[in-house]
């Protein structure tokens, strides 16, 4: 399957296409922040879009496409509207020629990149009121951090399974995600040119922060670095190191993919003994989220969920430091992504 198919097979990477399509549409159902909301009027507005203009797209207005498709990301509750008009044949027909001209932008080239060791950050969300502390600093992450996740999520997987004994109609919701989270595990993306970090304006169900402080990242020696690039390298995570949650996923990915599975997410413990950290390209963001995937090596499925887009997960405590000298950005009124350095 070529990359657009790939990406237009997923839920992320339809929305981010359709979005594309009305920043380059001179359609007014799709201007000044509109979007058309009949399956006719979408299909309407993406068969006029002149894809030519894809081209002249800027870096940020790019991102800003990508963005729309992050925010309405969710992995607890079935596909919104949109969600399900762009996954109609023929909106994904239409669709194509703009996912093409999007993956062939100067501006995307980079997407399918590894990791970027020299230009890692963390944020950290602000709230201006009180400003915060050098927190990144202290943080303390303990050797045995991913072993104490391993343990929790083993006692969250049994209780659900206890309750759905108890009663087997029960949908009461569980955790969705399949990162190593909640652990004191590190979450990094990159800085671009005029942007702090990636992280300021593609992040996964967010608090709509409006002021962040920006820790620069060094990264020592040669890590070990797993890239998630499409589905199958999300697959192949989860095939080497499974981790079974059919019980704590069991509702809220039915909900999301209308499909009842044996699912899996990775043993992140068992991953850092071989990994030091994973990366997830921006090609992987828009091609694997959201959907239910077969595994290779044993019966269940997967899905990835929660992992924002460029980021990358630390495993361990020896090879990242957080430099002290971080800076303080905020979102500007004028534009729904325009982030700009706060000045001291």
């Not at 790019?62 to 079935?78: E, G, I, K, S, T």
């Not at 399900?84 to 501006?107: G, N, T, Y």
């Not at 694997?288 to 899905?303: H, K, W, Y």
Request: charged fraction near 25%.
């Amino acid at each position: 399957m070529d990359a657009v198919s790939v990406l237009l097979a997923s839920p992320r990477g339809r929305f981010f296409s359709a979005k594309v399509g009305y920043m380059c549409s001179d359609d007014e159902r799709a201007s000044h922040h509109r979007r058309p909301r009949s399956s006719d009027d979408v299909l309407d507005v993406l068969e006029a879009v002149d894809v030519r203009a894809i081209a002249r797209l800027s870096e940020i207005e790019l991102l800003d496409a990508l963005a729309l498709a992050v925010d309405f990301a969710r992995y607890w509750q079935p596909p919104d509207a949109e969600d399900l008009m762009f996954a109609r044949p023929e909106i994904v027909a239409a669709l194509r020629p703009i996912a093409r001209a999007a993956l062939a932008s100067p501006h995307a080239r980079w997407w399918a990149e590894p990791v970027d060791l020299g230009r890692q950050r963390l944020v950290q969300d602000l709230d201006p009121r009180w400003g915060q502390t050098d927190w990144p600093l202290e943080h303390h992450r303990p050797d045995d951090d991913l072993a104490q996740w391993r343990a929790r999520a083993l006692a969250t997987e049994a209780r659900f399974l206890r309750e759905q004994i108890a009663d087997p109609d029960s949908d009461v919701a569980g955790y969705w995600w399949s990162t190593p989270e909640p652990s004191c595990t590190l979450a990094t993306t990159r800085a671009r040119d005029g942007l702090g970090a990636l992280e300021l304006i593609l992040e996964e169900d967010s608090f709509g922060s409006r002021h962040a402080r920006v820790w620069p990242a060094r990264i020592h020696g040669t890590p070990r670095i797993y890239e998630i690039t499409d589905p199958a390298a999300w697959v192949r995570l989860v095939d080497t190191y499974p981790f079974p949650v059919p019980a704590s996923r069991r509702s809220v990915w039915f909900e999301a993919t209308g499909t009842h599975d044996n699912w899996f997410i990775p043993d992140w413990a068992a991953v850092a003994a071989d990994y030091d950290a994973v990366h997830l390209t921006m090609i992987g963001y828009l091609t694997t989220p959201g959907i239910a995937i077969p595994l290779a090596a044993r019966a269940g499925a997967t899905v990835l969920a929660g992992w924002d887009p460029d980021a990358t997960f630390w495993l361990g405590n020896d090879l990242i430091t957080i430099d002290n000298d971080p800076a303080d950005w905020h979102l500007a009124p004028d534009g729904p992504t325009e982030w700009r350095r706060t000045e001291p």
